[in-house]
């Protein structure tokens, strides 16, 4: 009797651009269980050979080669690309995980949607915080509290990646899907504003407040200018008050029990007591996590946590921010971030632009 009968045929795999961040898809690939990484492409030689040599895979100057071997690709080529390559791959046959942001276009983005529907094959888009096991304690942690307001900061120190979009569509993005995960309700209004410091030519330095029609309101905040790098998502809660640090992963619960003023021989004492929980989270590399949910989607069928649909909802919030803040004007907006997209659909969020 063969004792292998049963085991299941690996999923094969390539990364299509093994930069900054496709070498780490690559390298984590070639650790994942019941997966085999076929090979890598790149128009860097230099770079892709050397990807390929370390774990020992094919390499392919021209992508398109490598489409027929495989049945689903990681795609970290550069934003602009992302529309050309996936609806290439996706025509092929095969699988898709994309970087954030899905595309550089609202256009773009609905039409490798409709094309991955159109033929039948996953689409799972890179926001890889949602696999921070810091973001998923602090959404168990949320679902039991009434939220208030949410503020998050993602800063960076200046560096020359990432430098053909602005900090919006490089850092904010993150912040904007994890927000939307943790409030799905209709975004009614919005301001932004940002500064440009260095000479990239886009924004490097914004902030927005978006109010939510369930009343929450939330601060985002991103910078690629700031000497100190943080990721941190703070939820003020009726009953409590949340801080999560992505980088540490430490999530603090604070929780006031008493807060009285008591005299004592006539004089005013203050008093305030409270507790704090700290819940311990797992370190899980959230990429790990990112590309074996991807896996176990082409496996089984199911659609990601983070699909195509969720990713231009987010890339939807994100252009507005953006606009806004290049016009340097507040918006009254409907932006429903539960909307369908119907197949060849290129409806906008309806906007009202006011001098507030
Ligand atoms: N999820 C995250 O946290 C995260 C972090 C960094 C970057 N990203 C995203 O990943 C994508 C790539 O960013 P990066 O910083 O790795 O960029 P990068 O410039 O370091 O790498 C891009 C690679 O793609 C290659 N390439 C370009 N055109 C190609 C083509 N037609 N065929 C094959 N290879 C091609 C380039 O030679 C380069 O090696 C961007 O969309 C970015 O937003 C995501």
Known sequence: MNPYRSQPKPIRMGVIGVGNMGQHHARVLSLLKDVELIGVADL???????????HRVLFFEDYHELLPLVDAVCIAVPTRLHYDVGVTCLKAGVHVLIEKPIAATIAEAESLVNTAAECDRILQVGHIERFNPAFLELAKVLK??????????????????????SVVFDLM???????????????V???AHGNQVSDSGYLDYVTTTIGFDNGVIATLTASKITHRKQRRIVAHCK?????????????LIHRQTTANYMTDYGQVLYRQDGLIEKVYTTNIEPLHAELEHFVSCVRGGQQPSVGGFQALQ????ASLIEQTALDGKSQSCDLNVREVVAAGS????SVVVEDW
């Open 44 to 54: 860097s030689v230099d770079r892709g050979l050397d990807t390929a040599s370390k």
């Open 239 to 251: 009953n409590s008050l949340t801080e999560s640090d992505f980088l540490s992963h430490e999530i």
């Open 189 to 191: 209004r919005l301001s």
């Open 346 to 349: 290129s409806k906008n969020s």
């Open 314 to 317: 987010t890339l939807r919030l």
């Open 173 to 187: 993005i993150h912040d904007i899907d994890l927000l939307l995960e943790l409030v799905p309700e209709q975004v």
């Open 144 to 165: 039991h509290e009434d939220i208030l307001a949410v503020e998050a900061h993602r800063m960076s120190p200046y560096s020359h990646r990432a430098n053909d979009v």
